[in-house]
């Protein structure tokens, strides 16, 4: 269930950190009808899911995306949209996409007072680099009973420059790494592993728990403008 649950967290954050070109130019495409696909498989390789993401407008450098989340079977889940802003020379991603997409859906008709830091990603990224951290807290009112759950991204640091190759292609990639925390009741560590090309977007990531060992990945699947 926690390899699930921050697979949809990283599908979400992918689907964010693979769009934004143009005016930000460098890392991320940021052009109306771009499509892609990431799946998602758990540690010894099985799929658990797909997302077919799309670009679907771009306005005064604010993209929409629409977000189309199957299950292992191909059986659609949810569907969802989002939107970034484009700002000089980065992007910024609404903190809201932190959330995973089945609790959106199981919780959209309460109450919720959902705040936060916004995701930042800059397209001069450069080795030794450290980037911002980011946040989301989340109060949902149950009809008298309120639980409260957080997500933290820290430590997000540029490691290398590497080649990666997954089924869409082989991509030179900038390698990140970040922390992941979620409290909702109990605490959930997580190290987070990605790789992000140029004109592409993040291609692979990876989800470990606290002793090192893998949980599970995500890739880019297809990509097509």
Not at 72 to 88: A, F, L, R, W
Not at 97 to 105: G, L, Q, R, V
Not at 128 to 142: F, H, P, S
């Amino acid at each position: 269930m926690k390899t699930k649950i921050l697979i949809l967290i990283s599908v979400i954050l992918i689907s964010f950190t693979s769009l934004a070109q143009n005016a930000c130019k460098a890392y991320y495409p940021f052009e109306e009808g771009t499509k892609f696909e990431i799946t998602n498989y758990d540690k010894k390789g099985k799929k658990e899911g797909i997302v077919n993401y799309e670009v679907t407008q771009v306005n005064n450098n604010v993209a929409t995306i629409k977000t189309i989340i199957f299950d292992d079977k191909g059986k659609e889940v949810t569907t969802m949209e989002y939107q970034i802003v484009c700002e000089g020379d980065k992007i910024s991603i609404d903190f809201k996409s932190m959330m995973n997409p089945d609790m959106f859906k199981q919780y959209k008709d309460m109450e919720m007072d959902i705040t936060g830091t916004n995701v930042e990603l800059p397209n001069n990224l450069q080795v030794g680099q450290t980037l911002k951290d980011a946040n989301m807290n989340m109060a949902i009112d149950m009809g008298g009973l309120k639980m409260n759950m957080s997500v933290d991204m820290l430590n997000r640091k540029v490691e290398k420059k590497e080649s990666i190759t997954t089924p869409a292609g082989t991509f030179e990639c900038f390698a990140l790494s970040y922390d992941n925390e979620m409290k909702m009741g109990l605490k959930m560590s997580f190290k987070i592993k990605e790789w992000i090309s140029e004109g592409i977007g993040v291609v692979r990531n990876e989800s470990y728990n606290k002793n090192g060992k893998l949980m599970g990945y995500s890739e880019l699947t297809s990509f097509s403008k």
